[in-house]
């Protein structure tokens, strides 16, 4: 048994003429009615234009989850288009009844036209994405991408700091950061970016025992004198060497987005310090 | 590297699992005598993808150095090897299919539709390779040891932060939750398959796993006997899916694995349901050995599949049982289901939910508002719930489905149950609707599966 083999043009002419039919009835209901659309859906539009606002545009900008919402946000369209479909389908279901036809494949036809519709309004949305991105990140290498990424002023400082601050061969560092204040997508690129380095993420308010690690980084300090830097490094050594069996942290670089400190284990405050030349040790802390 | 080995080793890591996986799925369900082209494409890409998980581990766990050309050595021998074995244990041979004329407009639909499915993955290929990785679950989750195993040639360990500390060896932290790493080995043999010449290429085997899918769906419908018009038109309507297409270029997530594994276990259980042969029934417990390997919550997803194989056997066995026993069977069954979801319930900070849970979950009214929001108003779904609605008012799904369900439907059914319980313990505070299409996202696949099988039951015989 084999009953989806109408022709062509009926079946195209039936679904089309049943949509036709439709449109023209949900315009007239929607034009006597304006009201239906505000029951039918209720504060709708409201509730997608306050996320409109609030989730940004994406212009290859928006980040992982926030861009499946703005695909997700980005049309209230597909109730109507329901509505439209379910009217033909109805319309020819009943009309293939009253005739005695069979209606499926025109039946069919009707959901399948209004879903390459929308599917076409999805691809235009891709199209433009993708515009966008070639604007942005087209024919340049890695590097330059992520440099022209979201946080290509953090790549760009954490860069520098492999390059100018931190030894070549792999090192152990720990990166203290504010979870209040500091953006999480910095925060969790941050290994990433730091690679072949090894770093463990932790918050500022953790106590640990950093003692075997070679470095570390305590994110947006924001102090321009040194007075308050004596402060604060010991704030850090606390933090970091309090536990465990304590360590002493000497201040390699200053920066408004990060200090960086070396980390000496107390056993060896009295060699002189690999990579810390001229850096004072601001700190010690044991047991 | 250059860029001409680069591109070769990309060929190369995207097609041998997959070729190898093929031929050893055609020598594995081929016993059964029922299968088709699609269908061990479909399946194939997946036990390409096992081969490759388990081949650089089975080389880690050897000490060995991970490299990418004596890896792809032992998949290409496993090749010869399928070969050789098919020809020493030959699979039945097919009788002569039987095909219907097919009308020429046909045809031409599903050119059309298979020209719209090219466009799209041609312009998610445009997104995969022209953005840097920028997912946040990404940078933490699956791209970092990715890339520190290929610097290191080995499998280094992930620990906690606690131990990072103690640790005086090669350790890394993991600075997220835990969670399988399958993923980050996928990418692994794309990095090391490429030399890592361009980071771009890593998430290529995202943009295969829908064709995969696309392909065993057409398959598995074909098999079911659905007209290939219909076959195409569903499996159209899935690749077409904007949530499909977001999990596709969302740069190492492992949302669409997981349901690649679920829903193509699916479609075995069904052909297990309809032949009975052992090949479909080890192939169903094949892939849901796998769902744990991609996600955490990938547990609950391979317990379905089990219970669906329980469920499957006794709609073989008892078809005229006594009422009152199939009444019996299938109340033990629907426990085996409700007691673990009511002790996860009662356990909300279990790991099987796969994300990190919030400490309120959402409340009914909540939840009722984001479903419709989410499924009814969003665009992500184009029409496929509606869709779902109209055949339930229609009553075109089998009527039958509280007396005694198929097996595909029971578990694509408590697979969008346990996707909404999922959702409802996890989305509070994320502000958005992700985390309901995350949820849903596996057993999607298998509910246009089962739609348009039993749709399809209104135009020709269909199994």
Redesign the interface.
């Known amino acids: 048994m084999y009953r989806f083999d109408q022709s062509l043009l009926r079946v195209l002419a039936l679904a089309l003429a049943a949509l036709l039919l439709s449109v023209l009835v949900l315009g007239v209901a929607f034009s006597v009615l304006p009201t239906v659309v505000d029951a039918v859906i209720p504060r709708s539009g409201e509730r997608i234009a306050q996320m409109g606002r609030v989730l940004p545009t994406f212009d290859g900008q928006a980040q992982g989850r926030q861009f499946i919402a703005w695909v997700m946000t980005s049309s209230h369209v597909i109730p109507m288009v329901a509505l439209w479909s379910a009217l033909a389908v109805l319309v020819l279901l009943v009309a293939g009844h009253w005739k005695r036809r069979n209606a499926v494949a025109p039946a069919a036809g009707a959901i399948v036209l209004p879903w390459l519709l929308l599917d076409a309004q999805w691809q235009s949305q891709l199209q433009n994405e993708i515009h966008a991105s070639q604007e942005r990140f087209d024919r340049r290498s890695i590097r330059e991408k992520h440099l022209r990424d979201g946080q290509g002023d953090w790549y760009r400082f954490l860069q520098s700091l492999k390059s100018d601050v931190l030894p070549g061969e792999s090192q152990r560092l720990v990166l203290f950061y504010d979870p209040e204040s500091d953006d999480p997508q910095r925060v969790e690129r941050s290994p990433f970016y730091l690679l072949p380095h090894n770093v463990l993420l932790a918050s500022q308010s953790a106590r640990l025992d950093a003692s075997k690690a070679d470095y570390v980084i305590w994110l947006s300090p924001g102090l321009a004198d040194s007075a308050a830097q004596a402060v604060f490094a010991s704030r850090v050594t606390e933090q970091a060497c309090e536990t465990g069996d304590g360590c002493a942290l000497h201040l390699l670089q200053s920066h408004p987005m990060a200090n960086v400190y070396t980390v000496l284990p107390l056993a060896s405050l009295n060699e002189p310090p690999s990579g810390a030349e001229g850096g004072e040790p601001v700190g010690e802390v044991g047991q | 590297m250059n860029a001409e080995s680069a591109v070769a080793g990309l060929l190369c890591s995207l097609l041998l699992p997959w070729f190898c996986g093929g031929l050893w799925a055609y020598w594995w369900l081929g016993r059964s005598g029922r299968y088709n082209l699609y269908s061990l494409a479909g399946q194939g890409f997946v036990l390409g993808i096992a081969l490759v998980i388990g081949l650089i581990c089975g080389a880690d766990a050897l000490g060995m150095q991970l490299q990418f050309w004596p890896l792809a050595s032992v998949l290409a021998g496993l090749s010869v090897l399928a070969l050789v074995v098919q020809r020493l244990f030959p699979n039945p041979v097919l009788p002569q299919a039987h095909w219907?004329p097919i009308?020429r407009?046909h045809m031409?639909?599903v050119g059309l539709l298979m020209a719209?499915i090219v466009?799209?993955h041609v312009?998610?290929l445009?997104?995969l390779m022209?953005?840097?990785?920028?997912?946040?679950?990404?940078?933490?989750d699956g791209?970092?040891p990715a890339?520190?195993w290929f610097?290191q040639g080995s499998l280094t360990p992930f620990v906690e932060?606690r131990e990072?500390?103690?640790?005086?060896g090669?350790v890394?932290?993991n600075?997220s939750a835990p969670a399988p790493r399958a993923t980050s080995l996928v990418q692994l043999w794309s990095l090391l398959g490429t030399g890592g010449f361009?980071?771009?290429f890593i998430f290529l085997p995202w943009l295969l796993v829908p064709t995969a899918l696309g392909l065993a769906l057409f398959g598995h419908l074909r098999l079911a006997g659905v007209?290939t018009?219909?076959a195409c038109?569903a499996s159209y309507?899935l690749l077409?899916l904007?949530?499909v297409?977001?999990y596709t270029v969302?740069h190492g997530y492992w949302e669409i694995w997981l349901t690649l594994s679920f829903s193509l276990g699916v479609f075995a259980l069904h052909q297990w349901r309809l032949t009975g042969h052992w090949s479909w029934a080890s192939w169903c417990l094949f892939l849901a050995a796998l769902c744990p390997a991609f996600a955490s919550s990938g547990v609950v997803f391979a317990a379905l599949l089990c219970l669906g194989l329980c469920w499957a056997w006794a709609f073989r066995r008892l078809p005229l049982a006594p009422v009152a026993l199939r009444w019996g069977v299938q109340m033990v069954l629907v426990a085996a289901l409700v007691v673990p979801a009511l002790w996860l319930f009662s356990h909300p900070h279990s790991i099987f939910m796969g994300s990190p849970l919030s400490v309120e979950a959402l409340s009914i009214e909540q939840l009722g508002t984001a479903l419709y929001?989410?499924i009814?108003?969003?665009?992500?779904?184009?029409?496929l719930w509606?869709?779902l609605l109209?055949l339930l008012f229609?009553r075109r799904i089998p009527r039958g489905l509280l007396q005694w369900p198929e097996a595909r439907w029971m578990v694509t059914l408590a697979a969008l149950v346990w996707g909404l319980v999922q959702f409802r313990f996890t989305a509070a505070g994320?502000?958005?609707?992700?985390?309901l299409?995350a949820a849903l996202l596996p057993a999607v696949p298998p509910l246009v599966f089962c739609l348009f099988l039993s749709g399809a039951r209104?135009?020709?015989?269909v199994q």
């Open positions: 219907e009308p407009w031409v639909a719209a466009w799209r312009s998610l445009e997104v022209l953005r840097p990785v920028f997912t946040p679950e990404a940078w933490s791209v970092l890339f520190v610097a932060d990072w500390l103690l640790a005086a090669e890394y932290a600075n361009d980071n771009s007209p018009i219909l038109i309507s077409s904007p949530v297409n977001e969302l929001d989410g009814f108003l969003q665009s992500g779904w184009h029409l509606f869709v109209g229609l994320s502000g958005d609707f992700a985390n299409s209104q135009v020709s015989d």
